[in-house]
């Protein structure tokens, strides 16, 4: 009856690693976006400036595009 347990103890302590691994991927992966998103807008905004409205909102996802206000335009 040992070896069953001991396979089952081992299993655990291996799900227990990925789902940590997992976790902190996430984490990463969140950090990463919540950095970079910030940068990506902001050169949504320069290039509409210099060049027009949505020159480069292509290159956007259109979730980010759609909910983000647009520049107040010049007269």
Do not use: C, I, K
């Not at 991927?25 to 919540?34: A, V």
């Not at 940068?39 to 996802?61: C, K």
């Amino acid at each position: 009856m040992g070896g069953l347990h001991d396979v089952r103890d081992r299993a655990g302590d291996v799900a227990r690693r990925l789902h940590r691994r997992a976790r902190l991927l996430f984490f990463f992966g969140d950090l990463l976006r919540r950095a970079v998103e910030p940068l990506s807008d902001l050169l949504g905004y320069l290039a509409e400036g210099v060049f027009g409205v949505g020159v480069l909102g292509h290159l956007r996802p259109l979730a980010v595009v759609a909910h983000r206000p647009s520049l107040p335009q010049s007269r």
